[in-house]
């Protein structure tokens, strides 16, 4: 095992390890040997100190024998045994687990509670080298080491904590885009500017909180700079710029049709006017301006037109110049 990228990593002294390595605990299970030695009671701990004492020579089986026990001892220098008398009787060994638990030995049970205690009160969390608690992404790092050793390479614990932090982050970056487009989807459009902004403030804060519950040893910070742009606005996530483009696309065309609908609807009478000649007589085309100024009167008037209020009801005024000047020529008296 090594513990860094580089060229020495593999020369890594054990205290380097020792720094992040778990407490040692060995459970040996249906054990019916006597806990004695050299005449005398010995406790669990003595009796896997015993089982670690090493061979003396250097023949090949003796090296064999040592390696790992050495390996234990210096890598491990908290260890701690627990040994479990069989569960049940000789008779029911065939089938344990069809039988409930009260059919369990008392010995057996009292070990367990022992064995369960001592995880729980004991045990340190599993850190990184920095010191950094591993608690969910736990899974994904012992699949990782196992497929390395099972492929018969070396398990490299900096390339493996590099590895699952761009997965992690690369995943809670995505759940944060999630969030923001689940929270953005309840804007009723079309909405003013700065509705659509106040939204999108308040899920991207969200976002990133979700970002940062998951995201894992994110040192460089490079997957919150993909998830953060710097403008004159304040601080939006970059994933969710094309989101953040998106809505501000829904809420111009939905402006757009809100406007659109809003102005054919006050059009209606104004153009039925027309239609109907009521402006071709003394004093129509002064008519005609007084309908077209109540008409945008009222346009201004009406609420949730959003972004495109203004460039709409200017087009509307340009097209209306057009029509005035056509009812000019058509000799509609002033």
Known sequence: MRAGTGERAGEAEDS?????????????????????????????DEYLERALMLKPGYGRQVVVYNTTRQCIRNYFPTRKCF???????????????????????????????RFCQHVLVASRPKQLQDGVELNGPFGTVVTSYL????????????????????????????????????????????????????????WLQQALAVFHHRAFRDRDQQQQLKLMVCGSAPRA??????????????????????????????????????????????????AYQ??????VDAYREAPNKGTKAQEEIKRAMEAKMQEQERLLKQGFSE
Not at 246 to 266: F, H, I, P, V, Y
Request: aromatic share 6%; net charge negative; glycine share 6%.
């Open 237 to 286: 996530l970059a994933g969710c710029s094309r989101p953040r483009r998106g809505a501000d696309a829904q809420n111009e065309e939905a402006s757009r049709t809100r406007c659109w609908e809003l102005l054919a609807e006050l059009a209606r009478p104004l153009e039925a006017n027309l239609a109907q000649g009521a402006y071709a007589q003394p004093g129509g085309y002064h």
């Open 83 to 113: 040994v479990f008398p069989p569960p049940v009787g000789a008779e029911q060994r065939g089938r344990p687990e069809e039988l409930p638990e009260a059919a369990l030995q008392p010995g057996f049970l009292e070990q367990v509670e």
């Open 290 to 295: 007084a309908d077209r100024q109540r008409l």
């Open 16 to 44: 380097e390890f020792v720094r992040f390595f778990p407490d040692f605990v060995w459970a040996v299970r249906d054990f019916t040997l006597e806990l004695r030695a050299d005449e005398r009671p010995i406790s669990e």
């Open 147 to 202: 497929e390395t050793i099972s492929s018969g390479r070396v398990p490299c614990l900096e390339g493996t904590m590099v590895a699952l932090a761009a997965s992690e982050n690369a995943a809670a970056a995505a759940e944060a885009l999630v969030e923001y487009r689940r929270g953005m989807q309840d804007v009723v459009l079309p909405a003013e500017q700065h509705e659509l902004s106040e939204a999108h403030n308040r």
